[in-house]
């Protein structure tokens, strides 16, 4: 992720850190020990940089790097492949700071440096996510023999730990700190166009951002609130505005970030579709729940979108791979909710025919003698009490040993026809 300040990036590190989900590991470029590092050397190093090229307003870059969740890595490992990454995007003579975090299940790294040199030049920053980036990732997976990204036991797992809500509302979690954590790391890391989206986003992780009603004088004045959602979508906690974030995720930056976005997820839109295709000719006939699943073992999200009669009108897909969301209908109308809606709704049509039962009449069948023999054998007769009904009736007769088909009438010989003959 790039960005135009280092303080922001270096805030949210340090806060982890100081919140015990996070550990300094590296400090490259420093003529600190790690330990004597505060954070206001860490900045000092930084602006030093800028200030060379004050021109260049976006000079940040805050970087992650995620591993599968069966690896097990420990620090002097991540400091060798922090140090090799970076080699490989040509920023292994900036100063960079490396930092473990602890706060989801997989493990995973945060780098934060500048991209401006000791000389005054700029390192060019376009396209090194989708590129430079890339490249070093595929490196650095064959030369430390990590899973690789694309290979089939890999499943992408988001870089962000959902809040939980039981221990908001008990006091064992600062709602503010909890929100923010959240809140910056999606407003910086995925490309939303949208507030629909970005909050498609956000409750994947138990946050959502509201406006609140379109006659409200909030709304009005553009207004943001943060709120936490509990596992039924309920709004928990007290809500925080968005002014008091010191990440400042307001609805006016967002909207910016809605207008770069549209570009920025350009490149990324073909490989999800593709994704997404594979999950669906993965199978001949697909029920919504498989779909969803399927989608989740290729890192990406699939949120229906329902009114509250039920209906659903919309379909968002969330690529956590990439970080980028989009709405069904922006990748095509075959990915739209209502061409989704049409195949899933056949296949439940399918599955529905298959799943009727057979007539009754189909197993009235003759039994064979080997059937006959194998009934009989685990049936004890004697302890059958039979009525004189007529169903208890063909139920005797089914079971009697001397039975070879059933016949729901019982037929007898054929009485002689009497002749009369005329006396002579």
């Given at each position: 992720m790039i960005g135009k300040s280092i303080r922001g990036i270096l805030h949210?590190?340090?806060?982890?850190?100081?919140?015990?989900?996070?550990?300094?590991?590296m400090a490259s470029g420093f003529a600190y020990d790690i330990d004597k590092l505060d954070f206001a050397h860490k900045l000092r190093?930084?602006?030093?940089?800028?200030?060379?090229?004050?021109?260049?307003?976006?000079?940040?870059?805050?970087?992650?790097?995620?591993?599968?969740?069966?690896?097990?890595?420990?620090?002097?490992?991540?400091?060798?492949?922090?140090?090799?990454?970076m080699e490989r995007i040509r920023f292994g003579d900036q100063p960079f700071l490396v930092y473990r975090h602890h706060d989801v299940s997989h493990q995973h790294f945060h780098i934060a440096t500048v991209n401006i040199k000791k000389d005054g030049n700029s390192i060019d920053l376009h396209n090194i996510g989708r590129i430079k980036s890339e490249q070093a990732r595929k490196f650095i997976e064959k030369e430390f023999g990590l899973i690789r990204a694309e290979s089939k036991t890999y499943h992408?797992?988001?870089?962000?730990?959902?809040?939980?809500p039981e221990r908001i509302q008990y006091g064992h979690l600062p709602t503010k700190r909890a929100i923010a954590s959240v809140v910056t790391t999606v407003m910086n890391s995925y490309k939303f166009t949208s507030l629909a989206e970005f909050n498609a986003v956000l409750k994947q992780?138990?946050?959502v951002a509201d406006r609140g009603s379109e006659e409200s004088e909030m709304f009005r004045k553009k207004g943001l609130l943060y709120s936490v959602l509990d596992r039924q979508g309920h709004k928990v906690g007290v809500p925080i505005k968005a002014s008091s974030f010191y990440s400042k995720p307001i609805l006016k930056r967002l909207e910016r970030k809605f207008e770069q976005n549209v570009e920025k997820r350009k490149p990324y839109r073909a490989d999800l579709k593709n994704r997404i295709d594979q999950a669906i000719s993965k199978y001949e006939h697909i029920t919504k729940q498989t779909l969803i699943t399927e989608l989740q073992k290729r890192g990406i999200s699939l949120i229906f979108r329902q009114n509250e009669e039920g209906f659903i009108y919309g379909a968002t897909f969330i690529d956590h791979r990439c970080k980028t969301v989009f709405n069904g209908s922006s990748l095509g109308k075959a990915y739209s909710?209502?061409?989704?809606?049409?195949?899933l709704a056949e296949n439940d049509k399918i599955t529905t025919y298959l799943a009727k039962p057979k007539r009754i009449n189909s197993y009235l069948k003759p039994l064979s003698e080997e059937k006959r023999l194998q009934y009989t054998e685990k049936i004890n007769l004697s302890d059958l009490t039979v009525s004189t009904t007529t169903t208890d009736k063909i139920l005797k007769d089914l079971l009697d040993p001397e039975y070879t088909g059933y016949a729901p009438s019982i037929t007898s010989k054929k009485k002689k026809r009497r002749i009369k003959r005329k006396k002579p």
């Open positions: 949210y590190n340090e806060q982890k850190v100081a919140e015990g989900s996070a550990t300094l590991i190093r930084f602006e030093h940089l800028i200030c060379l090229k004050p021109s260049v307003s976006t000079n940040a870059l805050h970087i992650s790097l995620n591993f599968h969740s069966s690896e097990k890595l420990d620090d002097t490992k991540m400091q060798q492949i922090a140090a090799a990454y992408p797992e988001p870089a962000i730990k959902a809040i939980d992780f138990n946050v909710a209502k061409a989704l809606k049409e195949k």
